[in-house]
Nanobody
Framework: QVQLVESGGGLVQVGGSLRLSCTAS????????MGWFRQAPGKEREFVAA????????SYSDSVKGRFTISRDNAKTTVYLQMDSLAPEDTAVYYC??????????????WGQGTQVTVSS
């Protein structure tokens, strides 16, 4: 059983930065890939970024590539999403997810409650 808690969301201006954190509890964290997803009002949840169990592989959606960076600290059971050059289109609830395999962008078993990111224009 895994519990995920996101933090770090907030209100920023266009071009600003935020760093999201996701802290996990449970025994499966170190064995799974981790991902970040987001969902804006009226839109489908979309993939943002993922990182493999050993942090050797990372993947990003085209919309955030070059602006966002995913990382993890397994000793702290924490995954981060550094978001730079934020745009209004990045406004969404961001969710942390724990995968069911060492590397995946679409196989996730556990989800956090989400943290709101709002980019003002």
């Amino acid at each position: 059983q895994v519990q995920l808690v996101e933090s770090g969301g907030g209100l920023v201006q266009v071009g600003g930065s935020l760093r999201l954190s996701c802290t996990a509890s449970g025994r499966t964290y170190s064995s799974n890939a981790m991902g970040w997803f987001r969902q804006a009002p009226g839109k489908e949840r979309e993939f943002v970024a993922a990182i493999s169990r050993n942090a050797m592989v990372r993947s990003y959606s085209d919309s955030v590539k070059g602006r966002f960076t995913i990382s993890r600290d397994n000793a702290k059971t924490t995954v981060y999403l550094q978001m730079d050059s934020l745009a209004p289109e990045d406004t969404a609830v961001y969710y942390c997810a724990a995968g069911s395999v060492p590397w995946t962008t679409n196989q996730y078993d556990y989800w956090g409650q989400g943290t709101q990111v709002t980019v003002s224009s």
